[in-house]
């Protein structure tokens, strides 16, 4: 196997300590604002950057450094929740042959708010549906109840409101 070298993390950056120089030149370039599969590419010679991008993003220690990375550069879980709650409000303009323009909201971006925001607050379950294919009988592992999950949401956009006045 081979001998793996640490390097010393850059000047002002001590949350890059103990990383590989490739997985530092990852995290930084998720910092500057490349997706992982493009900082894969840039900081490994490989024809799989997706794989390697998966490789190191399951690894919690590279997820600490790229929160790190992120906050230094400006983009705090405030700030994502600010736009998240924006997001929950899109409209778009619905322009009509016949009478004026109006606002109406963007249901298509609007889910996809809430879609980021439920995998960044973990709402959704562990547990996935199970179908047989052959007679179409679909069997649904789901912990929660309804109101459960509804619960859960109601504390999720509390703690947004709380980091948008903190």
């Known amino acids: 196997m081979p001998v793996v070298k640490n390097f010393p993390a850059p000047r002002g950056k ?65 700030k994502i929740a600010s736009v998240i709650n924006q997001g929950l409000d899109a409209k778009k303009i619905h322009t009509s042959p016949t009478g004026p323009d109006k606002e109406v909201p ?12 439920a995998k960044l607050f973990d709402l959704y379950p562990d547990k996935k549906i199970k179908v047989d294919r052959r007679s179409a009988n679909i069997e649904a592992f789901v912990e929660y109840t309804p109101k459960q999950l509804e619960r859960l949401y109601e504390r999720q956009l509390e703690e947004i409101e709380k980091l948008k006045t903190s």
């Open 14 to 78: 001590p949350h890059l300590k103990g990383l590989t120089r490739k997985q530092q030149i990852f995290v930084q370039e998720i910092g500057k604002g490349k997706n992982p599969t493009k900082a894969a590419a840039i900081a490994y010679n490989t024809n799989h950057p997706n794989t390697q991008a998966a490789d190191n993003l399951a690894k919690a220690y590279i997820r600490e450094a790229i929160v790190a990375e992120l906050e230094m550069a400006g983009v705090t879980k405030a």
């Open 106 to 117: 963007d249901w298509q971006a609007r889910h996809r708010f809430v879609d980021t925001a």
